[in-house]
């Protein structure tokens, strides 16, 4: 199965300049949870921003380049492999809006901020399409920029 998981802005934006354009602690904790043991599946340019491979996941690049420091694969390899397992596709916009027609779950959580010239956005989700299956508004620790709202959406 293809899961989305990703921050947006109150207008959907996911990045500027390459990285993420907020610090929320408890968003990642949000994402670990959601991840851990699984597979994460994204872009090259999402890979190149991480500071490394993720613990306790297994990481799958789609590129049509060859890396000796990832796995890749193809569209159509991915897709092959949600038929026999959970793949988390964790960016970026481009790879976003490319398996949104093949997700059955997003976790998106809105933080609740307007970032200054953004230059990547999540794709505009059709709610005739997804429903909202969970909503929980958290307040912003002290380890977080914002207040957010975690999200689950399913076909």
């Known amino acids: 199965m293809i899961i989305m998981i990703y921050a947006?802005?109150?207008?959907?934006?996911?990045?500027?300049?390459?990285?993420?354009?907020?610090?929320?602690?408890?968003?990642?904790?949000?994402?670990?949870?959601?991840?851990?043991?699984g597979t994460i599946v994204m872009g090259r340019k999402t890979w190149d921003s991480l500071p490394g491979k993720l613990p306790n996941r297994r990481h799958v690049v789609l590129t049509?380049?060859?890396r000796?420091?990832?796995?890749?694969a193809s569209?159509?390899?991915?897709?092959?492999?949600?038929?026999?397992?959970?793949?988390f596709v964790i960016g970026g916009g481009e790879i976003y809006e490319l398996f949104l027609p093949y997700a059955q779950i997003i976790y998106r959580t809105?933080?609740?901020?307007?970032?200054?010239?953004?230059?990547?956005?999540?794709p505009e989700i059709d709610e005739s399409i997804f429903a909202l299956d969970e909503h929980n508004f958290v307040e912003k620790?002290?380890?977080d920029q914002y207040d957010m709202t975690f999200q689950k959406l399913s076909k």
């Open 8 to 37: 947006c802005d109150e207008k959907n934006a996911i990045g500027k300049n390459g990285d993420l354009p907020w610090r929320q602690s408890t968003d990642l904790q949000h994402f670990k949870t959601i991840t851990s043991g």
């Open 64 to 66: 049509r380049s060859d």
């Open 68 to 72: 000796s420091d990832v796995e890749t």
């Open 75 to 87: 569209f159509d390899e991915i897709i092959e492999m949600a038929k026999s397992q959970d793949l």
């Open 110 to 122: 809105i933080i609740h901020c307007t970032v200054d010239q953004p230059d990547t956005f999540a």
């Open 141 to 143: 620790s002290q380890r």
